[in-house]
């Protein structure tokens, strides 16, 4: 019979090995999966790790899908550091989007140059009101923040849903359901001519660099952290858990909002029902095999970025279906917590306890 | 093996040499006088948080600076309920009914009340007293404001000085002789007296006007037991007014100038070390005080 028996010392290295090799246990797991398809696995796993980043344009594509996740992952790492389970960055993600397309709908050819900036606070305050109501609700009335924030995810695509069949569809689009594209005073500058690579992957990484000094340069941070490792001494020391909870969704919500809004203002140009891709579910997976880190989550955004663009291609040059992408997705995290219990449990094989086997 | 014996025939002294290797220092009896009261509870009546603790019921207490003053009884008679009014865990106590030198605290946070020098050692060292997972250093963030930047805008973000910190710490670690593998040691890695004696240390350094203990030595080897009693004394002779809880009556006889007995979440009236005997104090823990009181009128 195996049991897993607790280590008393989890081992420092491994804490940062374990991604590692739960990514080396994907891509061994990948190539069975290529060969069962029957396609050729060297080129497969070319397609997930080598298009990606052959050119400037690949690498252009690649941070501009890693950037939301980025985002979303800063913001969720806050909140489960402290032991707050938001789920629903998807729908902060989406109403960012709404808040960020209406301010953007309002943009004419007379509009100043900085339209763009407002479209992105609007995304924000979208995100942050959004993960305010998970917020009230738990904090008023103790309603699960798990339930509550998943469940709005579908509200706030409804939401969606209405604005872009009905009120804001485009009168020229051919009843398409989608707004008419953003004024380019709307529109996130790019970074380069040629290239979909905005200005947010540089608030994307200034986020990184803040949240790291927060969690671990001041005062504050520490007391956020606290209540997640243990509440009882959170209480002792007299932080706030009511604080913890309101500035770990707003603050999450605040920056799935943000990405919301730069994807819309940015890549995308237009409001449209694909605009939830599931950027909020994937950012959970980044959190963690980022070690909810901020260095750790800016390669593990990187590396599910891979992911959505290597489904892509997989579905083009392959042949395969797209939903590579979850099943990859799946298979690291699926490896990381399997990494992650050997490194906290050591398996042992125990003998059966002194019960006799009868043969009839 | 040091030595064999037979357990009947020794002393609590002679036993513990034989366990450490050495003679804990001998504790300094000293004369009593003490000062301004510093802590003072009056009519504290809480009801329960929890529908299996117990309800606190007109609650008198006064700790006066240069004093110690025990609260003996059987552990889950309100003692758990009392510290956490008293360190601010629970603020529904009425404001007036807990007093820092006279301004009242009743509803003040814990970080409130320990600006004005009110600290506490709880009896939970891992996961009250200390983050197990954060190392020893860190923990001194839970109680300390030393390594906080304090003025411009360092001070306004709340920045932290990690070598100061570090210092503190490795400080502590040294001063209480606590067997750690450094400042950076994570608090579920020590044993529980050297956890005790570094949070001991961490509130003792903190020079409280106002020191709260639960416990003091509740699964701590002998060795650290005698130095923690000994740095409770010593603080005490510094005039600071110092409370202990605890179930150990040898432990209270010890240390306290005054003694209390708790049962059934009410506090006796307070008995001087030389009026407590271990018989009366037992059958005050079953609350028989006041029946005690009403036989001494007739």
């Known amino acids: 019979m195996l049991r897993l028996e607790p280590r008393a010392q989890t081992s420092r290295w491994w804490r940062y090995a374990s991604p590692l090799l739960a990514l080396l246990a994907t891509v061994l797991l990948g190539v069975l999966l290529f060969v069962a398809l029957g396609k050729d696995p060297v080129r497969g796993l070319g397609v997930f790790f080598w298009e990606p980043i052959k050119s400037a344009y690949a690498w252009s594509e690649l941070l501009v899908k890693a950037t939301p996740l980025l985002l979303i992952a800063l913001g969720l790492a806050l909140c489960f550091r402290a032991n707050i389970w938001n789920i629903g960055a998807e729908g ?14 309002l943009a004419d050819a007379q509009s100043a140059p900085g339209f763009w900036i407002l479209c992105v606070l609007a995304g924000v305050l979208g995100g942050l009101c959004w993960a305010a109501l998970t917020a009230v609700l738990r904090d008023r009335f103790n309603a699960n923040e798990i339930l509550v924030s998943l469940m709005l995810v579908y509200v706030a695509v409804q939401c969606l849903n209405y604005l872009v069949y009905g009120p804001w569809k485009d009168p020229m689009g051919y009843n398409f359901p989608q707004t008419k594209t953003f004024e380019a005073v709307a529109q996130v ?32 941070g520490f ?19 009511r604080r913890a909870l309101w500035l770990a969704l707003l603050t999450s919500g605040a920056t799935a909002g943000l990405a919301g809004g730069l994807e819309v203002a940015g890549p995308l140009r237009q409001l449209t029902p694909y605009v939830p891709v599931g950027y909020g579910f994937a950012a959970i997976i980044v959190a963690f095999v980022g070690r909810l880190h901020p260095v750790g989550m800016v390669l593990s955004a990187l590396l599910m970025s891979m992911f959505y663009i290597g489904g892509e291609l997989a579905q083009s040059r392959l042949g395969l279906p797209r939903s590579l992408t979850g099943v990859f997705q799946g298979l690291l995290l699926f490896c990381l917590l399997a990494c992650d219990t050997l490194m906290h449990y050591r398996v042992r094989w125990v003998g059966m306890p002194s019960r006799t086997v009868r043969s009839h | 093996m040091t030595g064999e014996c037979n357990p009947r025939k020794e002393t609590n002294a002679s036993l513990s040499q034989l366990m450490i290797g050495s003679q804990p220092p001998e504790l300094q009896v000293r004369a009593h006088t003490p000062g301004a009261e510093v802590l003072r509870v009056g009519g504290l009546s809480l009801p329960a948080l929890d529908p299996f603790g117990v309800d606190l019921q007109g609650i008198d207490l006064s700790v006066r600076a240069g004093e110690i003053v025990g609260i003996a009884g059987v552990s889950g008679n309100g003692q758990r309920e009392l510290l956490f009014a008293l360190s601010g865990e629970d603020t529904r106590a009425p404001a007036a009914s807990i007093q820092i030198e006279g301004q009242p605290v009743g509803r003040r946070h814990p970080n409130t009340r320990r600006a004005l020098g009110l600290h506490f050692v709880p009896e939970e060292r891992l996961g009250r007293g200390a983050v197990p997972s954060l190392s020893l250093a860190q923990n001194l963030l839970l109680t300390r404001q030393e390594a906080v930047a304090d003025h411009g805008w360092r001070g306004w973000m709340g920045w932290l000085d990690l070598a100061r910190l570090r210092e503190q710490a490795a400080d502590i670690i040294e001063r209480y002789r606590v067997k750690a593998g450094g400042p950076d040691a994570a608090a579920r890695s020590l044993s529980g007296g050297n956890l005790q004696k570094f949070i001991v240390g961490r509130e003792i350094e903190a020079a409280p006007r106002v020191l709260i203990v639960s416990q003091p030595t509740w699964g701590v080897d002998v060795g ?22 605890s179930e150990e009556l040898d432990e209270l006889l010890e240390l306290s100038d005054r003694l209390h007995v708790m049962a059934h979440g009410r506090l006796s009236p307070s008995l001087s070390r030389g009026e407590a005997d271990v018989s009366r104090i037992g059958v005050w823990m079953s609350g028989l005080w006041q029946q005690e009181a009403t036989h001494a009128a007739t």
């Open chain 1, 92 to 105: 902060q993600f989406v109403m960012g989007a709404v808040f960020a397309s209406g301010v953007a709908l």
């Open chain 1, 223 to 241: 007391a956020q952290q606290v209540g997640g490792m243990a509440p009882d001494a959170a209480r002792y020391a007299g932080f706030s858990a």
């Open chain 2, 224 to 245: 650290a037991a005698a130095q923690i009693r000994a740095a409770i004394l010593a603080l005490r002779d510094a005039g600071c007014a110092v409370l202990v809880v």
């Open chain 1, 189 to 220: 500058p790019k970074l380069f001519t040629g290239l979909r690579v905005n200005v947010g992957v540089l608030l994307a990484l200034l986020g990184a660099g803040v949240l790291w000094m927060f969690l671990f340069r001041t005062r504050a």
